[in-house]
């Protein structure tokens, strides 16, 4: 086992873990931790979809002296899922449990009395029956596809001295998968059962008249499939077609994950395995009765607003409130917005300022991912029919929003606007906005440069920031980033950006290799990188030099950390961390020390080989003062918190941070809501930049 590296996919499978906490933790709302179970199911499905089926791929393709590795690895993320998967059913019982003692329940067929029973059937016969459409298996027939996004009842069909199998899929695109029913007479309490298990109730109805049934059991199975694109490279066709035929393709692609009820008998088992063509690189999960548990996420609350999480109001930003308009405000000083603390409605403002000021000439935006009712898309739209030149990027590669992104691209180009789909191998990832509006004699650029998507929906739970600036020199250079997207690969110098696959390694790198100078010079040093993942092979190396050398290096990481710290002699003066908490932490922000004259930056690029060489991304900087002091409370608060934080460490245990005697609780999120509403902060431990670094330990062999 390599020491200095983790595989991404088992560090992926750590983070998913950290979101089962969540659901376990007995301090979070019960209903939050019931929508936290949903969360690590629909994790646990795209990670199947894309990196399982990603190593599988390794494993059957790679030169035979790797595939023994792959095939290894395939082995490992088994044995993980498995436990995980163990781990999940104890959390999902305790949470009935805890369910129950709040007087909601959430029943099985088997726990209906017989008013109850009266009452299912009934609403089987008004509502799901006409939904169903069973399908009979034999073996002169190909098993049917199934649809990887729903749930299937496999169902064992006995008659006189024989046995017949069917499938029949769970209706759940049509109707809820929780459905209230009423609660036993005198006993106080709301009653909910799936629609899984109200069908059971009146399975033998489904295939009346068909077999004279002696017994009919029903066991859910949930098949997942490799998502990847395959995108043909005949010429004739056009990108749009191109995507089309890929996404029917996805929906047959290969199994690579067969998920099953434990309590499925052996018959039944071998029969789907053999018909569906399951092979030993497919991973075979046995599991409760319960699949689909991404549905969980939307799992109603029927109790008081207590048992879920609390919701609060979004902090006012008076500069903005305070101005004629957001365009005046920026004329003034730059603006940091962080979401889900500020509203999104300030980014759709300046879109709406934009589209109905006179003297806008223009707009640009990449759009990534949108929402489906996008006010985003309704402002450019506005302002095409405002006779502004408005032209958008979107990006058809997406994951799992293609299809949306090219029916949004239609709209688009039906509504004027010049569309540029990406640019050939390229994905478009770069959250901007180029506005040009003309003052006086010269035109002036208003822009943005952000983390995350322009989504008004994610934008309420994951947190971004979002830059907007009327520095000509960062304007400039956005309108560069436009043009290169425009022109096919046309080159620019950027002297402010980091704009990848131009020039975000280089720069990226330049800034470590500075602070390792620093550190050997003996001046102050120190690199702090918050982001989702962090898989790059050639930066990681970079960090363990830093670290021999003595430069301290915190890591907030949220997702892959291939990085190993606090080994000795290789990595003692890394630190990691990963906060999970009611907001999805998806900000990518770098500061380095730069000897007592630190550098700030925020950017859309992850830090993994994907996003550095293969996208467009944007890395920017921060150059005024009071919005670099934000950025570092905002990263200092999340260094301290010791309430939702876990250490990240060799052996992946996803320790949550023992609190000092002395100290009191730091729960991020919660004191960066306090210090943004009222500008107060606690007191914190900082790391000391200040202190000489460290001496290069023995070097640890690998």
């Known amino acids: 086992m390599d020491s200095t590296w983790v595989a991404k996919e088992l560090s992926w499978l750590s983070f998913n873990e950290r979101v089962l906490q969540e659901a376990?933790?007995?301090?979070?709302?019960?209903?939050?931790?019931?929508?936290?179970?949903?969360?690590?199911?629909?994790?646990?499905?795209?990670?199947?979809?894309?990196?399982?089926?990603?190593?599988?791929?390794?494993?059957?393709?790679?030169?035979?002296?790797?595939?023994?590795?792959?095939?290894?690895?395939?082995?490992?993320?088994?044995?993980?899922?498995?436990?995980?998967?163990?781990?999940?059913d104890a959390v999902y019982r305790e949470n009935l449990k805890e369910l129950r003692r709040r007087k909601i329940y959430l029943i099985n067929e088997k726990q209906l009395d017989e008013a109850q029973t009266s009452y299912v059937r009934s609403y089987f016969h008004s509502h799901i029956q006409q939904e169903l459409v069973p399908i009979i298996l034999d073996d002169a027939n190909p098993i049917p596809e199934l649809n990887e996004s729903s749930i299937y009842l496999a169902i064992r069909l006995g008659y006189e001295t024989q046995t017949r199998f069917a499938l029949l899929e769970i209706p759940t695109s049509r109707l809820d998968r929780f459905i209230r029913i009423p609660g036993r007479k005198g006993k106080r309490g709301k009653v909910l059962i799936s629609l899984e298990n109200m069908i059971r109730v009146c399975l033998p109805e489904v295939f009346r008249g068909i077999f004279p049934l002696e017994t009919s059991d029903a066991y859910t199975i949930k098949l997942t499939r490799d998502a990847e694109l395959e995108l043909s490279e005949e010429v004739t066709h056009t990108f749009v077609e191109k995507m089309t035929q890929s996404l029917k393709r996805r929906k047959k692609g290969d199994p690579v994950r067969f998920v099953y009820d434990a309590a499925m008998p052996n018959d039944l088992l071998d029969y789907l395995v053999k018909r569906m063509g399951l092979g030993k690189l497919d991973s075979m999960i046995p599991g409760g009765r319960y699949h689909n548990s991404k549905d969980f996420m939307r799992f109603p609350n029927?109790?008081?607003?207590?048992?879920?999480?609390?919701?609060?109001?979004?902090i006012p930003v008076p500069v903005i409130d305070r101005a004629a308009n957001i365009l005046s405000c920026l004329r003034e000083q730059d603006i940091l917005l962080y979401y889900p603390y500020h509203s999104f409605n300030y980014l759709t403002d300046l879109l709406k300022t934009a589209a109905i000021d006179p003297a806008v000439k223009s707009i640009k935006a990449s759009l990534y991912r949108v929402a489906s009712n996008s006010h985003v898309v309704d402002a450019l739209l506005n302002a095409v029919a405002n006779h502004k030149e408005v032209t958008v990027v979107v990006e058809l590669q997406a994951r799992f929003d293609e299809e949306a992104n090219i029916a949004l691209s239609q709209r688009l180009t039906d509504g004027g606007v010049n569309v540029i789909l990406g640019?050939?191998?390229?994905?478009?990832?770069?959250?901007?906005?180029?506005?040009?509006?003309?003052?006086?004699?010269?035109?002036?650029?208003?822009?943005?440069?952000?983390?995350?998507?322009?989504?008004?929906?994610?934008?309420?739970?994951?947190?971004?920031?979002?830059?907007?600036?009327?520095?000509?020199?960062?304007g400039d250079e956005v309108a560069k980033v436009f043009d290169f997207i425009a022109f096919n690969y046309k080159r620019h110098e950027f002297n402010h950006l980091g704009v990848s696959p131009l020039n975000s390694r280089e720069r990226l790198l330049g800034l470590v290799k500075e602070e390792i100078q620093n550190a050997k010079k003996g001046n102050e040093c120190g690199i702090t990188l918050k982001c989702n993942n962090l898989v790059d092979r050639e930066l990681i190396d970079l960090l363990y030099e830093a670290s021999a050398?003595?430069?301290?290096?915190?890591?907030?990481?949220?997702?892959?950390?291939?990085?190993?710290?606090?080994?000795?002699?290789?990595?003692d003066n890394?630190?990691?961390?990963?906060?999970?908490?009611?907001?999805?932490?998806?900000?990518?922000?770098?500061?380095?020390?730069?000897?007592?004259?630190?550098?700030?930056?925020?950017?859309?690029?992850?830090?993994?080989?994907?996003?550095?060489?293969?996208?467009?991304?944007?890395?920017?900087?921060?150059?005024?003062?009071?919005?670099?002091?934000?950025?570092?409370?905002?990263?200092?608060l999340q260094w301290a918190d010791n309430v939702k934080a876990r250490i990240i460490d060799a052996s992946q245990s996803n320790a949550f941070r023992v609190r000092k005697k002395s100290g009191g609780k730091i729960r991020s999120q919660d004191q960066t809501y306090k210090f943004l509403s009222t500008g107060k902060l606690p007191r914190l431990a900082r790391l000391d930049y200040r202190a000489k670094p460290k001496s290069p330990k023995k070097k640890h062999k690998k």
């Open 302 to 314: 029927l109790g008081p607003a207590y048992l879920d999480a609390k919701s609060r109001a979004t």
């Open 423 to 474: 640019v050939p191998g390229l994905k478009v990832h770069s959250k901007l906005i180029s506005i040009v509006r003309q003052e006086g004699s010269v035109q002036r650029y208003y822009s943005h440069v952000g983390t995350g998507n322009f989504n008004e929906k994610t934008a309420t739970v994951y947190t971004d920031f979002s830059l907007l600036t009327y520095d000509q020199a960062i």
């Open 24 to 88: 376990a933790d007995p301090s979070v709302p019960i209903i939050q931790r019931i929508r936290y179970l949903g969360i690590f199911s629909n994790n646990l499905d795209e990670f199947f979809r894309v990196r399982v089926a990603d190593v599988r791929r390794l494993a059957a393709f790679s030169p035979a002296s790797k595939q023994d590795e792959y095939k290894n690895l395939l082995e490992e993320i088994r044995q993980k899922v498995l436990k995980l998967q163990q781990r999940f």
């Open 549 to 571: 050398a003595g430069v301290p290096v915190r890591l907030i990481v949220r997702g892959m950390c291939s990085l190993v710290p606090g080994v000795a002699g290789l990595s």
């Open 574 to 636: 890394i630190e990691a961390i990963s906060i999970v908490d009611g907001f999805l932490e998806h900000p990518r922000v770098y500061i380095f020390r730069n000897n007592g004259e630190p550098r700030y930056f925020i950017s859309s690029a992850d830090l993994m080989t994907r996003n550095i060489d293969f996208r467009v991304e944007v890395t920017c900087p921060i150059y005024n003062k009071p919005l670099q002091d934000m950025l570092q409370t905002i990263i200092d």
